[in-house]
């Protein structure tokens, strides 16, 4: 169920879907890049340049098309850090140049491609920096005419998805929940990302393939689980019975998921629980951890079991830490530490 990078894994998914690459750029390129652009020719390209230094901050895609009438190719840069790079224009000028070098030490052209830079960008703060390469280059902005034409320099697109309003996202399903979920996915108000989420969920109610729809939906959902980090067990569940009513056919999924994603935090808490059991004793560990599970699932505890959860030993902790999704009620943990 854990995602290593599920701002990536989202991204290739849904932009990756040439179809939606093909409306994200429909509806967002200017008028006038978009007339030199042949939609019907756009292909997804396997190269990506991102080096595994920079993996957990960006992501890439490549589509080639017909831009003037020749060869050329689309570069969107994904930036999912959640603060602004100022070097990204070096970062793009840099991957333009290994799309040229491949070209042509490998394939032998003559003549190198329109390379097209596109950033998407979904950050908490709003994109503050120029979009130019010169912008970077001490006194470029002051140099006369002529001497700027011997500095590369070159202006790439930028979309800040996290100063979209809702009426801003256009496009078919898939693209609307692509920009809705980047936009609020680091908002810090579980609230606000629970709406978000159930947003996206009723874009699904406009496909006419279901399974399509539930194949898509299994990508929302563990990527809000994984990514979104403000959802509580308390969202989740208010999630999945709005799921059973706005989308039926996801509801078992939104479950499943679920379980996997409360089962993977118990792990992880059961294993900062040891680690921090070497410090303080292994009982008295795995003791706070399962207070807070259950406090988290059902609210405060009775003082007579949380007494009996402090006082048990390891083997009783194991079995109630093993078992805490099966409960119905708080109750049921009598069952391993009497």
């Given at each position: 169920m854990k995602?290593?990078?599920?701002?990536?894994?989202?991204?290739?998914?849904?932009?990756g879907n040439t179809e939606v690459a093909k409306d994200f750029l429909a509806n967002y390129l200017p008028a006038s890049v978009m007339q030199v652009i042949e939609l019907a020719t756009l292909q997804p390209e396997k190269d990506s340049f991102i080096n595994t230094s920079l993996e957990e901050n960006f992501s890439d895609l490549l589509f080639s098309a017909d831009i003037g009438?020749?060869?050329?190719?689309?570069?969107?840069?994904?930036?999912?850090?959640?603060?602004?790079?100022?070097?990204?224009?070096?970062?793009?000028?840099k991957y333009m140049m290994e799309i040229w070098d491949l070209k042509r030490n490998k394939e032998h052209a003559k003549e190198l491609p329109v390379v097209i830079p596109i950033v998407i960008y979904h950050g908490k703060t709003e994109w503050n920096k120029p979009t130019n390469l010169g912008s970077m280059l001490n006194?470029?902005?002051?140099?006369?005419?002529?001497e700027k034409k011997l500095v590369?320099?070159?202006?790439?697109?930028?979309?800040?998805?996290?100063?979209?309003?809702?009426?801003?996202?256009?496009g078919i399903a898939h693209t609307r929940i692509l920009l809705t979920l980047l936009r609020d996915i680091h908002s810090g108000e579980s609230t606000k990302l629970r709406q978000s989420i159930?947003?996206?969920?009723?874009?699904?109610?406009?496909l006419d393939n279901r399974e399509s729809g539930i194949g898509y939906?299994?990508?929302?959902?563990?990527?809000?689980?994984?990514?979104?980090?403000a959802l509580t067990k308390r969202d989740i569940h208010m999630i999945i019975r709005e799921v059973e009513n706005i989308f039926p056919e996801g509801s078992e999924l939104a479950m499943t998921l679920a379980d996997q994603w409360r089962e993977e935090g118990l792990q992880k808490g059961i294993e900062e629980g040891i680690e921090k059991g070497?410090?303080?004793?292994?009982?008295?560990a795995l003791a706070e951890v399962a207070v807070k599970q259950l406090t988290e699932r059902f609210g405060k505890l009775p003082l007579d079991i949380k007494v009996a959860i402090m006082q048990a030993d390891s083997i009783g902790l194991g079995l109630l830490l093993s078992n805490i999704f099966r409960y119905e009620a708080v109750e049921d943990v009598w069952k391993y530490i009497q």
């Amino acid at each position: 169920m854990k995602i290593q990078n599920p701002h990536d894994k989202f991204f290739k998914e849904s932009m990756g879907n040439t179809e939606v690459a093909k409306d994200f750029l429909a509806n967002y390129l200017p008028a006038s890049v978009m007339q030199v652009i042949e939609l019907a020719t756009l292909q997804p390209e396997k190269d990506s340049f991102i080096n595994t230094s920079l993996e957990e901050n960006f992501s890439d895609l490549l589509f080639s098309a017909d831009i003037g009438g020749r060869e050329g190719y689309l570069y969107f840069l994904f930036e999912h850090k959640s603060y602004i790079d100022s070097g990204i224009a070096f970062q793009l000028l840099k991957y333009m140049m290994e799309i040229w070098d491949l070209k042509r030490n490998k394939e032998h052209a003559k003549e190198l491609p329109v390379v097209i830079p596109i950033v998407i960008y979904h950050g908490k703060t709003e994109w503050n920096k120029p979009t130019n390469l010169g912008s970077m280059l001490n006194g470029y902005e002051e140099l006369p005419v002529e001497e700027k034409k011997l500095v590369p320099s070159f202006e790439y697109l930028i979309y800040d998805i996290s100063s979209y309003k809702d009426e801003d996202i256009k496009g078919i399903a898939h693209t609307r929940i692509l920009l809705t979920l980047l936009r609020d996915i680091h908002s810090g108000e579980s609230t606000k990302l629970r709406q978000s989420i159930l947003r996206a969920v009723y874009f699904l109610e406009e496909l006419d393939n279901r399974e399509s729809g539930i194949g898509y939906f299994k990508t929302i959902m563990r990527y809000v689980l994984s990514a979104g980090r403000a959802l509580t067990k308390r969202d989740i569940h208010m999630i999945i019975r709005e799921v059973e009513n706005i989308f039926p056919e996801g509801s078992e999924l939104a479950m499943t998921l679920a379980d996997q994603w409360r089962e993977e935090g118990l792990q992880k808490g059961i294993e900062e629980g040891i680690e921090k059991g070497k410090q303080i004793g292994k009982e008295e560990a795995l003791a706070e951890v399962a207070v807070k599970q259950l406090t988290e699932r059902f609210g405060k505890l009775p003082l007579d079991i949380k007494v009996a959860i402090m006082q048990a030993d390891s083997i009783g902790l194991g079995l109630l830490l093993s078992n805490i999704f099966r409960y119905e009620a708080v109750e049921d943990v009598w069952k391993y530490i009497q």
